[in-house]
């Protein structure tokens, strides 16, 4: 079983839809992240969730909409693409001592 | 704002050559994590080092925390294929819930072989 699972893996979009990236993970961890990953591999961190509640937001335009539904789904809506926004989106979650539990991405592609 | 920066960004060697990235944080870290991400993969955690000092070994990778916990290292010794990827250092900012982990910009290993 896969303990962080994205879907979908690959996401082939026009300008100015909307779309969104689902996040599970199966470890119990009470946190979860999203990380943007542009063509030059930065990893940036945009929001966490810590059981349900937003506890980071970092300045991400609010075309960006994370939902946690439960403290084992992080999905992340986004409004109104733009070319930018094209990039691998992780989901991510904590472990016990502060490790991170990729999934295998997202990858995004604004035309 | 905190930052964790990485050196070099890129490196080449022939397989059997060691490599080394190194990582450096404006502040003090409470620890320091390490990531491989193969080419098309996804970040995966290798060691965190915690201790002023602290070395680590797994097989070929040495890994040292400096004793000041600003700077990091990771060494391989006589590099092989499957050692191909981005090699990414992440300290935290904050405690407590608001855990943000920052990561350095990688260095990208190609190996020759």
């Known amino acids: 079983d896969t303990a962080v699972s994205q879907t979908p893996k690959y996401l082939v979009t026009q300008m100015g839809n909307d779309k969104s990236i689902k996040c599970e993970q199966n470890l119990g961890h009470d946190t979860m992240y999203w990380y943007k990953q542009d063509s030059k591999k930065f990893l940036k961190i945009m929001f966490s969730?810590?059981?349900?509640?937003?506890?980071i937001n970092e300045t991400v335009p609010n075309r960006f909409s994370p939902k946690s539904p439960d403290k084992a789904h992080l999905n992340l809506h986004i409004n109104s693409l733009e070319l930018g926004d094209s990039a691998v989106y992780f989901c991510?979650?904590?472990?016990?001592?502060?490790?991170?539990?990729f999934g295998e991405g997202s990858r995004l592609t604004v035309l | 704002g905190q930052q964790v920066m990485q050196i070099p960004q890129y490196q080449h060697v022939q397989e059997g050559e060691d490599f080394t990235t190194y990582c450096n944080s404006s502040t003090t870290l409470s620890n320091i994590q390490w990531y491989k991400q193969r080419p098309g993969g996804h970040p995966v955690f290798l060691i965190q080092l915690v201790k002023s000092g602290e070395v680590k070994k797994q097989k070929r990778l040495t890994f040292q925390f400096g004793e000041a916990k600003k700077n990091s290292s990771l060494h391989i010794t006589a590099t092989q294929t499957t050692d191909v990827g981005t090699y990414f250092c992440a300290g935290p900012i904050s405690g407590g819930s608001n855990y943000k982990l920052t990561f350095g910009k990688g260095t990208l290993l190609t190996v020759n072989p």
């Open positions: 969730y810590n059981n349900k509640e937003l506890i």
């Open positions: 991510a979650s904590r472990g016990p001592t502060g490790e991170l539990f």
